[in-house]
């Protein structure tokens, strides 16, 4: 049949609806005004004033049913009429037989073939024709009685019912309430949410929205959170500000506005001595409807509490906090003979709203770290304690120092940091977690210590990176993505990655140093604690180094050592 396509269809008449067209107009113009309609011939006669001819009749054919023109059973017959023997044979049976005679019943049979795109004999017409598949009866499927619509970025159970708790509290007029979720559990996300849904409904868009945090890691965190969720949810323009080291300063009067500022940025113009200075941060205060503030358990330190209380306006601003530690220090908790500590001039600070995880249920959960850890959300802890069986003596000061300031003093740490002993087995456990190519970050005693573990992976072959406050910010990405593609092994470092860092590749923590500060336990804890249904690990190994000072409890403990100031 590939012949008789060839020669017949394609090199006598040319384009793939020519041959079709050319049948048609040969059917005369009594069975061509047959197929349109006699009465539409006779009105567009009448209303344009002018006849129609074989090609006019085609054209009109081809405009009332496009390329369903077969669909229609009278035009298909009329073109099967025109067709050689050979041709209405080929689609009658798919047998090519040049010489083909068609008896009576087959022809009978000819005009009797349904059409659709399940025939074959439709195929083959369109085959002769040389037309596609588009002539062909469109598919159609009938829409589903019942579908689920799945939005493109969503939160988890777990998440959305805390983002519904704080727009819950804020509709019913709390002006102050805290977010006490793990590191690893959504709390920017989870807020982010919350303020969008409140934003959307009740806010006056004529003021501001300001997120605050101490790092640059968080409020760029705070920024690519919030642009992903407006992009989606978002129900107008609105003005996002990076307002930190040396990002310009935005004009605050416009309003509408979501403005990520680092405590510091904003301090140094609330101390200012600049009039213009006074001017754009009272500007600020006079349009601020929310302020988040990030690491919350950090507010009621001096320069941040000035910060936060010189934006609030009563009866205006909402004030939202997130942590994982809603508490000061583990000290402040325990001094029984205090009546009135840190932890709790912080919950009252945050009126002693507290908005944590639940169960499925909605009830409160005794353990929601292990609640998370059950659903795959955050990984299981296993902890490893080390000896390292190095005696230190602190002297009067020392012990005046930790008594006062409840922080290991640096001269201890520099002591621990030049012991070669526990060096040798910091890097003994590094080399043991690499059996197992394990990604680890180590906490480590001071800058200088951080340096020379550095130093002394690379010289046995473990690939590290040292990361500190004084490494340049193109040292430090760089770093970060190749640790995150696992390219570098280690990454130690010295007060840098506790917060506002995420790599879910992380399965292994060393904890070199000793803390009295339970927070920064809790967070350095964190970084590992990514579990496999946000892209982390089913299991982290947490190395502890141990020597004859302060030890602190499980993470579930950690988590849940503050409650007791929020009832």
């Given at each position: 049949m590939s012949s008789l396509h060839c020669t017949e269809s394609v090199a006598i008449y040319g384009d793939k609806v020519s041959r079709i067209k050319t049948i048609l107009k040969q059917l005369g113009m009594p069975n061509l005004i047959g197929l349109y309609g006699e009465q539409n011939v006779e009105s567009i006669t009448n209303i344009l004033h002018e006849g129609v001819n074989e090609i006019k009749l085609v054209e009109l054919l081809f405009i009332k049913y496009g390329k369903q023109i077969l669909s229609n059973k009278s035009v298909r017959l009329a073109v099967l009429t025109k067709l050689s023997e050979r041709e209405k044979g080929y689609i009658l049976d798919g047998r090519d037989e040049p010489s083909r005679e068609l008896s009576r019943e087959e022809l009978e049979c000819l005009t009797k073939l349904r059409w659709g795109r399940k025939q074959k004999s439709?195929?083959?017409?369109?085959?002769?024709?040389?037309?596609?598949?588009?002539?062909?009866?469109?598919?159609?499927?009938?829409?589903?009685?019942?579908?689920?619509?799945?939005?493109?970025?969503?939160?988890?159970?777990?998440q959305r019912r805390v983002k519904d708790d704080v727009t819950r509290l804020l509709i019913n007029g709390q002006d102050r309430l805290l977010v006490h979720m793990p590191t690893g559990a959504g709390k920017t996300r989870t807020v982010i949410e919350a303020i969008i849904d409140y934003w959307k409904a009740y806010s006056n868009r004529a003021t501001n929205i300001i997120w605050l945090a101490h790092s640059e890691e968080l409020c760029e965190q705070a920024v690519e959170t919030f642009k992903v969720l407006w992009e989606v949810r978002g129900d107008q323009d609105i003005n996002l500000y990076r307002?930190?080291?040396?990002?310009?300063?935005?004009?605050?009067?416009?309003?509408?506005?979501?403005?990520?500022?680092?405590?510091?940025?904003?301090?140094?113009?609330?101390?200012?001595?600049?009039?213009?200075?006074f001017q754009e941060v009272n500007s600020l205060k006079r349009t601020c409807?929310?302020?988040?503030?990030?690491?919350?358990?950090?507010?009621?330190?001096?320069?941040?509490?000035?910060?936060?209380?010189?934006?609030?306006?009563?009866?205006?601003?909402?004030?939202?906090?997130?942590?994982?530690?809603?508490?000061?220090?583990?000290?402040?908790?325990?001094?029984?003979?205090?009546?009135?500590?840190?932890?709790?001039?912080?919950?009252?600070?945050?009126?002693?709203?507290?908005?944590?995880?639940?169960?499925?249920?909605?009830?409160?959960?005794?353990?929601?770290?292990?609640?998370?850890?059950?659903?795959?959300?955050?990984?299981?802890?296993?902890?490893?304690?080390?000896?390292?069986?190095?005696?230190?003596?602190?002297?009067?000061?020392?012990?005046?120092?930790?008594?006062?300031?409840?922080?290991?003093?640096?001269?201890?740490?520099?002591?621990?940091?030049?012991?070669?002993?526990?060096?040798?087995?910091?890097?003994?456990?590094v080399a043991s977690l690499r059996l197992d190519q394990k990604q680890i970050i180590i906490f480590a005693l001071s800058v200088e210590h951080a340096h020379l573990i550095t130093e002394l992976l690379n010289l046995k072959g473990i690939t590290a990176r040292c990361i500190d406050g004084k490494t340049s910010p193109s040292d430090r990405v760089n770093s970060i993505v190749k640790y995150k593609q696992n390219e570098i092994s280690v990454l130690v470092n010295y007060g840098v990655l506790t917060t506002g860092f995420d790599a879910p590749n992380t399965n292994a923590i060393i904890i070199t140093r000793p803390t009295a500060s339970l927070v920064l336990y809790s967070q350095m804890i964190g970084r590992g604690i990514r579990g496999p249904k946000v892209g982390g690990n089913l299991e982290c190994n947490l190395i502890d180094l141990e020597d004859n000072l302060l030890g602190f409890p499980s993470e579930q403990q950690a988590f849940n050592y503050f409650n007791s100031a929020w009832k």
């Amino acid at each position: 049949m590939s012949s008789l396509h060839c020669t017949e269809s394609v090199a006598i008449y040319g384009d793939k609806v020519s041959r079709i067209k050319t049948i048609l107009k040969q059917l005369g113009m009594p069975n061509l005004i047959g197929l349109y309609g006699e009465q539409n011939v006779e009105s567009i006669t009448n209303i344009l004033h002018e006849g129609v001819n074989e090609i006019k009749l085609v054209e009109l054919l081809f405009i009332k049913y496009g390329k369903q023109i077969l669909s229609n059973k009278s035009v298909r017959l009329a073109v099967l009429t025109k067709l050689s023997e050979r041709e209405k044979g080929y689609i009658l049976d798919g047998r090519d037989e040049p010489s083909r005679e068609l008896s009576r019943e087959e022809l009978e049979c000819l005009t009797k073939l349904r059409w659709g795109r399940k025939q074959k004999s439709s195929s083959r017409l369109l085959f002769v024709l040389d037309l596609d598949d588009e002539y062909l009866p469109s598919t159609y499927e009938q829409p589903l009685s019942k579908e689920i619509i799945s939005p493109n970025t969503y939160l988890f159970p777990h998440q959305r019912r805390v983002k519904d708790d704080v727009t819950r509290l804020l509709i019913n007029g709390q002006d102050r309430l805290l977010v006490h979720m793990p590191t690893g559990a959504g709390k920017t996300r989870t807020v982010i949410e919350a303020i969008i849904d409140y934003w959307k409904a009740y806010s006056n868009r004529a003021t501001n929205i300001i997120w605050l945090a101490h790092s640059e890691e968080l409020c760029e965190q705070a920024v690519e959170t919030f642009k992903v969720l407006w992009e989606v949810r978002g129900d107008q323009d609105i003005n996002l500000y990076r307002f930190w080291s040396n990002h310009d300063v935005p004009d605050f009067s416009v309003g509408n506005s979501f403005i990520v500022a680092s405590f510091q940025k904003l301090y140094s113009m609330i101390s200012s001595s600049d009039n213009h200075s006074f001017q754009e941060v009272n500007s600020l205060k006079r349009t601020c409807n929310f302020i988040i503030v990030d690491e919350a358990h950090k507010a009621i330190a001096p320069t941040y509490k000035i910060c936060i209380s010189y934006l609030f306006n009563e009866n205006l601003t909402k004030l939202v906090g997130l942590t994982a530690t809603p508490g000061r220090s583990k000290d402040d908790m325990d001094n029984a003979g205090l009546s009135y500590t840190g932890t709790d001039e912080l919950a009252e600070f945050f009126g002693r709203n507290k908005v944590s995880i639940t169960n499925d249920s909605g009830d409160g959960i005794e353990d929601p770290i292990g609640f998370l850890q059950g659903k795959g959300f955050l990984s299981s802890i296993k902890r490893k304690k080390v000896r390292t069986n190095v005696e230190i003596e602190l002297s009067e000061k020392e012990r005046e120092f930790v008594a006062n300031f409840l922080e290991i003093p640096k001269s201890i740490l520099n002591k621990l940091a030049k012991d070669d002993s526990r060096n040798a087995l910091i890097l003994s456990e590094v080399a043991s977690l690499r059996l197992d190519q394990k990604q680890i970050i180590i906490f480590a005693l001071s800058v200088e210590h951080a340096h020379l573990i550095t130093e002394l992976l690379n010289l046995k072959g473990i690939t590290a990176r040292c990361i500190d406050g004084k490494t340049s910010p193109s040292d430090r990405v760089n770093s970060i993505v190749k640790y995150k593609q696992n390219e570098i092994s280690v990454l130690v470092n010295y007060g840098v990655l506790t917060t506002g860092f995420d790599a879910p590749n992380t399965n292994a923590i060393i904890i070199t140093r000793p803390t009295a500060s339970l927070v920064l336990y809790s967070q350095m804890i964190g970084r590992g604690i990514r579990g496999p249904k946000v892209g982390g690990n089913l299991e982290c190994n947490l190395i502890d180094l141990e020597d004859n000072l302060l030890g602190f409890p499980s993470e579930q403990q950690a988590f849940n050592y503050f409650n007791s100031a929020w009832k």
